[in-house]
């Protein structure tokens, strides 16, 4: 019996030891409950889920800089749940990728602060879904976070999913200013890194 409790131990240290076993349990807890919430029909609807600061999310006593990265994850997790993206990527062979993000930090989320996360999907291409994350302080509804996330589909595109969960062609919203600015720097960083990539092979020819 000793022998089994050691093994067992032995086991759950190995694996909080080589795999962040927080995480996963934490994002089929936030799976598990999405089920349960009420389903968000608009594609393009937002979704708030709450939070508060704790210590393990901290330096300096407020909020680190990944951890506004992993909260998103389980936020977008929650939000394809809800809207019946993952139904339709299961169905249809497919995933998501995240291709590309930024943050702007305007100001920290201290120890103890409840904040709100609004997500919601602005618009598409042939290839992605772009969406926007708010992290607004409920001390004073101040947003003290805003992300942009590139949502890549593999094996699929946004417009076969919406057709699937929507039954119809959907009209693209159109895109901001401000999301067209950062979708126009990713295109213009890709084609950089690929001029590189062909001057490197053709030093090593």
Request: glycine share 4%.
């Amino acid at each position: 019996m000793e022998d089994t409790l050691l093994w067992i131990l032995g086991v759950l240290l190995l694996l909080f030891c080589s795999v962040d076993v927080w995480y996963y349990i934490r994002a089929v807890v936030v799976v598990v409950r999405a089920w349960f919430l009420s389903p968000v029909f608009d594609i393009t609807g937002e979704q708030t889920a709450g939070g508060r600061v704790l210590l393990h999310d901290v330096d300096l006593c407020h909020m680190n800089n990944a951890r506004y990265l992993r909260e998103c994850d389980f936020a977008r997790l929650s939000l394809y749940t809800r809207n019946g993206v993952f139904k339709a990527l299961r169905a249809l062979g497919a995933n998501m990728v995240v291709g590309a993000s930024t943050v702007r930090y305007r100001r920290p989320l201290c120890v103890g602060e409840a904040f709100e996360l609004r997500s919601r999907i602005i618009t598409w291409d042939d290839k992605s879904f772009y969406l926007e994350q708010r992290f607004v302080s409920c001390k004073d509804g101040m947003v003290s976070a805003v992300m942009f996330c590139k949502q890549n589909v593999l094996r699929s595109s946004p417009d076969k999913i919406l057709q699937f969960l929507c039954k119809r062609k959907v009209e693209v919203p159109e895109f901001p200013e401000d999301l067209q600015h950062w979708i126009n720097f990713i295109s213009a960083s890709s084609k950089a890194l690929r001029g590189e990539c062909q001057l490197d092979n053709k030093k090593n020819e």
